[in-house]
């Protein structure tokens, strides 16, 4: 199944660094022959043929801070030559590696620099995946393709504080934000709570009235009480919360339902789930109606928000 992007933009590994003990960064740029269209034997339908395929020279920036993309990853054969010889890569990751066929994931655009058409993506090393192999074992020259991007942080004006909340699939975003804020000393105040240590995070942007909270150790974080203890202040604030996706229901319940905060002043994605494949199975297992269900709501153009509760609803009332 092809994804659904207007156009896809090559690019390949210029080089790729170790940000921290879990977090691999890597360096995107032009690609010889960047234009056309793509190789098949690679990305296999994930990509539509019929699909414009431009260079990453053409790529714009959607100016979010937290902007993502869908991102198209090469079958195994792209890199399981790795797992033989001297140099082989870890075998977790050759395991992966063999398993993948091409495949999409959606990640945050870490930083893109228009000046050299260049930008870095940062991959948790989680220790399974596809995209987290890709990235253990990625080297210079390999291609990717990358999606048109799309962010959601944007704080009313009127804001007195800013809460950046999630675990470590969100601190590419909160890095950047934070990067950006910067530049910008009479910007609100951030609170960054990171449901990691910080040990394993790279260095942050801090200005002097920022600050972050830190996960003891390996003693999880409470997002959601954190997330409390956060907005019971008077003062008018912007929470942006990205992670788990049973947590983030939890918080946006609390947002949207508890408090009644207005949509502009609030922003929560779940980036991935816990509970996976369970998850899939129990969809998967409920056939086309469930999709019926949910593309009717999508239908009736209501606000996005209003949308999710019902969608919300659907799959409360399915166990999901």
């Known amino acids: 199944m092809s994804t659904s992007d207007a156009v896809w933009f090559r690019a390949a590994v210029l080089g790729t660094a170790r940000v921290a003990r879990t977090m691999m960064r890597v360096t995107l740029g032009p690609v010889s022959g960047g234009s056309g269209h793509t190789d098949a034997a690679l990305f296999g339908e994930d990509v539509d043929a019929s699909t414009p395929v431009l260079g990453i020279e053409s790529f714009i920036s959607s100016g979010r801070a937290d902007e993502f993309l869908s991102i198209v990853f090469p079958g195994a054969s792209a890199q399981t030559d790795r797992c033989d010889g001297e140099d082989r890569t870890d075998a977790d990751v050759c395991s992966a590696l063999s398993a ?11 930083r893109w620099d228009p000046a050299t058409c260049t930008m870095e993506v940062d991959f948790v090393l989680h220790g399974h995946g596809p ?37 470590a699939t969100a601190l590419p975003a909160i890095a950047r934000i934070l990067e950006e804020h910067a530049d910008h000393p009479d910007a609100p105040p951030v609170v960054a709570v990171l449901d990691l240590a910080e040990p394993d995070a ?55 339902h508890e408090l009644r905060w207005p949509t ?10 816990r509970d996976a494949e369970r998850w899939r199975r129990r969809f998967d297992a409920l056939g086309p109606a469930i999709s019926e269900e949910l593309d009717a709501v999508y239908a009736t153009g209501d606000d996005d928000e209003t949308m999710r509760d019902r969608a919300e609803a659907i799959f409360a009332a399915h166990g999901l």
């Open 131 to 167: 995209a987290a192999a890709w990235a253990a074992a990625a080297r210079i020259g390999d291609v990717i393709m990358l999606g048109s991007p799309r962010g959601h942080y944007a704080p009313p004006p009127g804001t007195s504080w800013i809460a950046l909340v999630g675990d």
């Open 264 to 273: 502009s002043d609030w922003m929560t994605m779940g980036y991935w789930r």
């Open 100 to 110: 993948a066929r091409p495949f999409t994931r959606y990640y945050t655009v870490r």
């Open 202 to 256: 790279p260095p942050l942007a801090l200005r002097p009235t920022d600050r972050v909270v830190w996960a003891a150790g390996d003693e999880p974080l409470d997002l959601l009480a954190e997330v409390r203890r956060l907005t019971a202040r008077a003062e008018r604030g912007y929470v942006w919360f990205s992670g788990e996706a049973g947590e983030m229901r939890a918080v946006r319940r609390h947002l949207r």
